[in-house]
């Protein structure tokens, strides 16, 4: 259990490890194999004398005979108790992540044995799963939750979380529940000794000292001593006791790398010695290999740590892992011939995967891009269903700025592992950086798609939908348009310059006698002004209206004049017309995109339904509403803003541009020029260009 007082366990062999895992791989193979039918009394007597077997197979550390029976055992019965029990224990001992699967499911299999929740809650903790280590401490009833194990292991999720005085409170009960048990003043004085009250600190540090002669907690009390002085920058006191350490028959080669590090600290005489004699230890251990070539090229410089790496017997430098340290020093080098030559002969085993990228990095350092791609091809082959290796690929191909690889492997990972959020957070800032809309929209769809109940994504995709919306309607007048219809009425009647009496000239007889008669309509929408939205389409697709006589005086915008300047023909004449006649009846036409509500309308005003404090929902429902129109709404939605989300470059974008769009420039330039300074994507881009132009 990872508390302050956790007992070391000790190391298993990667071999050891590599026959757990195999176990693993074989009983699971089993457990799909289907079962055994028979008598129920010989099954279960059978199920027991071969768990008994693998117990003592596993004491003997027999991984192979182990597996067989547990593999028979599990045939016999999928749901065995006790063999789920051993399985969780040998895969705990050796520090496999399977091992909280299987204290799970003991757990569920037997919820009344409050043991079985104690063990799921120490796995849990040691696995870093504190979500998992408080659901196991919940199933713990009322009646067990006034024990010292109860309190211990409640202390040490709570140490974990960083909740220091929660921790003491615990520990503190579990002393009183066993005040004989050194391990509970061990935990309580571990706390006590990092508080920054001085004197709680020293007489802890006492109470350590003192539990150092203990012969089974000793060399703990030294490690949480060692790792108080280090917190307190006293490099003397921690130079002390990493002596100690070291000097204890159980300690580490991980020990001995922190005694290295602080006597470089502290530049002590002993500091070169010590690395020799680190140097010569280390020879017999590709681990201990490993660990002082990384800790070489941190500490010194990765050219000084390729030296001693490369002047070991060549059988050490290709047996795994010293390959992974020597490559990446290789790589801090940038010496891609090396790296090369190097990778070009050798096979990885289980990190093949991981050679065959750094090959391709090689090769493409060294502008050989066939022998790069089919590499990378390989390596990504061989990460196929793979997070952990899927996940390496991205991190490696962000860090050597392959941008097109990254996304690759970003998309796999969300493909096949829909439920890892960062993968998707890290390829949306991506895709966003790159401008990439379509493939925003892609991916949020497919996220949605999956959880429609997340309101961030549900609002992000509103927001691009909204972006992408198409403008073959955009040019186009709707009866929500005419924001002012009375005045408009009356100049149609009685036209006064001469674009009202072109417009009139081309209405269909019908209308002029509808407007001769017109009397405001208490329904919604004014029959009038349908009948208006549709006559001006009419005029608007068939001709160029534009005429310099016709529009003199007319004050045209930057953005008019620069399409009539283009001298536009279809689609693009009609959004023409269209401007020309906004400019020309400012007070009476509403200007902007109009369209159709559709899915995204509906997405954005579900999600600010949902969280209507959300700048980003805000900012989405508002635009929406303008693209409707509905411009009055919008600014009553952007009212909610608060003042430090205005702040925000992307939130500034939209504000900006409604306020804009509604004739609110004095307010709205302050905000467009901060968003214009910040990575948008094109179609925002565009949409504040759109704005500015009609300043």
């Known amino acids: ?38 008598d129920k009394a010989y099954k279960k007597s059978s199920e027991r004398k071969l768990i008994r077997e693998a117990q003592g197979y596993v004491s003997q550390k027999d991984w192979e005979n182990a597996s067989i029976c547990l593999q028979r055992a599990f045939q016999i019965n999928p749901k065995s108790i006790e063999g789920s029990r051993l399985l969780a224990n040998v895969l705990d001992a050796s ?3 399977n091992a909280l699967t299987w204290r799970i499911q003991v757990a569920e299999l037997e919820p009344d044995n409050v043991t079985n929740h104690f063990l799921w809650a120490k796995t849990a903790i040691k ?22 194990e109860y309190h211990k292991i ?26 004989n048990n050194q391990t509970n003043i061990l935990n309580l004085e571990t706390i006590r000794v990092s508080s920054t009250n001085q004197a709680v600190a020293l007489a802890a540090s006492a109470m350590l000292e003192q539990v150092v002669t203990n012969l089974d907690l000793g060399p703990i009390a030294l490690q949480h001593l060692l790792a108080a002085a280090i917190g307190r920058n006293d490099l003397a006191k921690a130079v002390a006791y990493a002596k100690e350490t070291v000097a204890e028959p159980i300690s580490t080669f991980t020990d001995k790398i922190t005694y290295l590090e602080l006597l470089h600290l502290s530049k002590s005489n002993d500091y070169e010695s010590w690395l020799a004699t680190l140097k010569s230890e280390a020879v017999h251990s590709p681990i201990a290999v490993n660990d002082l070539g990384e800790w070489m090229a941190k500490t010194e410089t990765p050219a000084v740590a390729l030296a001693w790496l490369h002047g070991l017997p060549m059988e050490m430098q ?12 290789q790589i801090a080098l940038k010496d891609w011939a090396g790296l090369q030559a190097f990778t070009a002969q050798q096979k990885w085993g289980e990190v093949e995967y991981y050679r065959l990228a750094i090959a391709a990095l090689a090769e493409h350092s060294l502008r050989d ?3 790069a791609e089919n590499d990378w091809s390989k390596a990504l082959l061989l990460s196929e269903n793979k997070l952990n290796r899927l996940s390496r690929l991205a991190g490696l191909t962000g860090a050597w700025g392959w941008r097109t690889e990254k996304t690759d492997v970003l998309h796999r990972i969300t493909d096949e592992f829909p439920k890892e959020k960062w993968a998707a957070n890290e390829l949306m800032d991506q895709l966003y950086a790159d401008g990439n809309t379509s493939g925003l929209e892609e991916l949020l769809t497919k996220l949605h798609n999956i959880d429609p109940d997340d309101v961030r994504i549900e609002t992000d995709l509103a927001t691009i939908l909204l972006l992408l919306r198409k403008d073959d309607t955009a040019a186009l007048f709707t009866d929500r348009d005419f924001t002012n219809l009375p005045p408009l009425i009356n100049k149609l009647k009685v036209p006064d310059d001469a674009v009202t009496t072109f417009l009139r000239d081309n209405l269909p007889k019908t209308t002029l006698e509808a407007l001769t008669n017109y009397h405001a309509s208490a329904t919604s929408p004014d029959p009038m002004a349908v009948t208006l939205a549709q006559n001006f389409n009419e005029i608007m697709e068939g001709q160029p209206i534009y005429d310099t006589g016709r529009f003199a005086g007319i004050t045209l915008r930057p953005q008019t004049r620069k399409l009539l300047a283009r001298n536009p023909q279809e689609d693009e004449l009609t ?15 509403s200007r902007g ?90 179609e925002e881009k565009a949409m504040i260009q759109r704005a500015e132009n009609d300043f």
């Open 575 to 589: 959004g023409l017309n269209r401007r020309l006649l906004e400019d020309a009846y400012p007070q009476i036409l």
């Open 593 to 682: 995109r109009i369209a159709k509500p559709d899915q995204a309308d509906v997405m954005a005003a579900a999600a600010y339904q949902a969280q209507p404090k959300d700048p980003f929902c805000i900012c989405a429902q508002a635009y929406a509403l303008w693209l409707q129109a509905q411009s009055d709404e919008a600014l009553k939605v952007l009212a909610g803003l608060k003042p430090e989300y205005l702040k925000i470059p992307s939130i500034a974008a939209y504000y900006g541009t409604i306020e804009a769009e509604t004739g609110h420039m004095d307010i709205a330039k302050a905000y467009l020029d901060r968003a214009e300074k910040a990575p948008l994507l094109p």
């Open 369 to 371: 891009y066939i022998a």
């Open 127 to 148: 696995a870093n799963d504190f979500k998992s280590a408080q659901e196991a401490l919940a199933g713990v009833g009322p009646a067990w939750q006034d024990t010292a």
């Open 154 to 179: 409640s202390g040490a999720l709570a140490w974990s979380l960083g909740r220091s005085a929660e921790a003491e409170q615990h520990y503190a009960e579990a002393l009183r529940l066993e005040p």
């Open 1 to 38: 259990m990872s508390g302050p007082g956790s007992k070391r366990i000790g190391c298993l062999s990667r071999l050891q490890k590599a026959l757990i895992a195999a176990l693993v791989v074989l009983i699971l193979a089993a457990l799909t194999a289907g079962v055994w039918f028979g």
């Open 318 to 329: 290709t047996n795994l892992p010293v390959p992974l340290v020597i490559t990446d020093c």
């Open 95 to 97: 520090g496999s992540p």
